[in-house]
């Protein structure tokens, strides 16, 4: 595990901690890794939140990825919360996916 992946993991481990996340965890798709934060049903992302991912430059996919809507993070709806969505620009890029033939 890199010291980037460590640190995000810890960051997560303390995002679970706040009463309007349910959960947080990251993933990866291709190229970039990912921080997933679910929200409980009637809670919007706090700003203090928003800023703390800022500080760890992790952005929302929608505004990272430049695919609109009102809110730069929003993923989905999920039976009892939303689901959002930030990029980690600081290693935006850096990884590789690998293809099973």
Do not use: C, W
Request: net charge negative; aromatic share 6%; hydrophobic share 30%.
């Amino acid at each position: 595990m890199t010291d980037r992946e460590a640190l995000l993991q810890d960051l997560a481990r303390r995002l679970r901690e706040y009463d309007a996340v349910d959960d947080a965890f990251l993933a990866k798709s291709f190229t970039d890794r990912h921080l997933i934060l679910d929200l409980e049903d009637g809670h919007s992302l706090p700003g203090e939140l928003r800023d703390l991912l800022a500080d760890h430059d992790l952005q929302g996919a929608n505004e990272e990825y430049d695919t609109g809507g009102d809110d730069p993070s929003f993923a989905g709806d999920l039976e009892d919360g939303t689901r959002h969505q930030f990029v980690d620009t600081r290693t935006r890029g850096d990884h590789q996916s690998y293809v099973v033939e």
